[in-house]
């Protein structure tokens, strides 16, 4: 399932940072039965965990799999909060039905053990519903453009068609990110010291990546960026987070860094995912993160409690440089993201694909695409803080408009969403739900149409002008 290009990938990655020796260990994540727990306790190696005529035990595995260790996949929140959540969710969301969480595990393997030969093992155990591969960490879905010169006013933030028009957005209060919605990233690492944008970790933010952070920072820069020489973020005045996948522990866990933003987030608030993943059977093609069930339920849990969850659509396949159709995605038989298909499945996140900087805009060449994808945004010549695709080093001041992918797209359409949510809070005393948002997003009549309409399928970009003038502020008074 997971083959050799993966691990070469991820050691080309590390090899170019800072990490000298990486490690290649990988973990299997597995659904159990429903009414199968692990114990509340660390796994000892004696335990047989009362699974009558299973190898699933820590003996039983370590007999075939020497080096293995077994945990909770949702290890970041208690159990009692992860019950209040799903509690919620139900009580928000009548037609929500969570999945046993307290059902998932993981099982970190050092890169000696064959995959392959380990989810066949596991294939075989009836209290197992479902084992895959965790990806492993791979670059996050951006692509370096343009020239290293930073614009007086990223093209971005001017009125459609160019751009998102986050000038007419400042006009009004909340426009500019003031006010109660919390914004939150989660990735691999960040700049946190940079000059101009202000950004606040939490004690579940886990490991900073260093050789990620101009990634991150170009993100939040993005979304952020205070105003001065150069670009400003499209909500200078956001009030933003970050949590990585590199959780404390030192595992690599994006279901775990979701569930940890869940416990910082409330009703309404912004939480983007800059990821992209392969798939099992692929060293080259890349995808949305939802494509991992855990991930998926974690996402599923978010938009269930009223979070707002911006996903990039994946910057395609590594080898042709072209984007994936996500209709044609087939999860164990399953069309999972095509929404003609009875197999189709909703996480309830906003898919951000991306288009060209120039006028008309047409999809990116590298873009995923599918009628899954709600919004587009600028994928290349992007304005934004940090160095990419270089290192900042020990600098706090660097700059480029070299940054795209889905990745500035993703961040592009987040900024739109805070604008949105923060105007509707000011102004009316309202957040809008996951639902309300995406809708508000997606709708051709409120936002700019790409170059060849819905053959493109990469959805919408963000008008703010029209979204507010029709949708969000019927009430709202501009602050001048």
Known sequence: MVRVGLYNEWTMIFNEGSIEQPDLSFQVV?????????????????????????????????????????????????PDQLKKFTERAKRIEVNYHPPDFFSYCSITCPASIDP???????AKEKVIEDAYVENIPVCPPAINTGQEIIQRLSNYLL????????????????????????????????????????VKTLSSTGMNHYDFRDHGIAVLGIVMMQGGDGASGITPKTNGFVISQWRPDGLFNTADAIMAAINQLDYGDILLLEMQCFD??????????????AV?????????????VIETAGNGDLNSRTGNDL???????????????????????????????????????????????????????????????????????????????????????????????????????????????????????YNTISANGKKDKIGVMPDLQKIIDNECSKTAKPTG
């Open 159 to 198: 009125p459609a068609p160019v751009g998102i028009n986050a000038i007419y957005a400042w006009n009004f209060d909340g426009g500019d990110g003031a006010g109660k919605i919390k914004f939150l990233d989660i990735e691999q690492g960040w700049l946190l010291n940079h000059e101009r944008v202000l």
């Open 116 to 122: 392959d030969k380990l989810l066949k093992v596991l």
């Open 280 to 293: 099992s059977a692929s060293s080259s093609q890349l995808w949305p993160i939802e494509i991992q069930e």
């Open 327 to 445: 209709d044609n995605f087939v999860l164990k038989g399953r069309k999972i993201f095509d929404s003609n298909s009875v197999e189709f499945r909703d996480s309830g996140a906003i898919i951000v694909g991306a288009c060209s900087d120039e006028l008309p805009h047409q999809r990116s060449y590298f873009s995923n695409y599918g009628n899954r994808v709600n919004c587009f945004a600028y994928g290349q010549n992007v304005s934004t803080a940090g160095y990419y695709p270089r290192s900042s080093g020990i600098a706090v001041n660097t700059y480029t408009n070299q940054f795209g992918g889905t990745s500035a797209a993703a961040a592009i359409v987040a900024g739109a969403a805070i604008a949105i949510q923060s105007i509707s809070e000011r102004n009316n005393e309202v957040r809008l739900s996951p639902q309300q948002m995406r809708s508000v997003l997606s709708n051709e009549l």
């Open 30 to 78: 597995i659904k159990l039965t429903d009414g199968f727990h692990l114990p509340e306790k660390q796994f000892e190696k004696e335990q047989e965990y009362g699974f009558a005529d299973s190898i699933f035990t820590q003996r039983g595995l370590l007999e075939l799999f020497p080096g293995i260790s077994i945990k909770k996949v949702f290890s970041s929140v208690t």
């Open 296 to 308: 998926f339920q974690a996402i599923r849990l978010a938009t269930a409690l009223g979070i707002t």
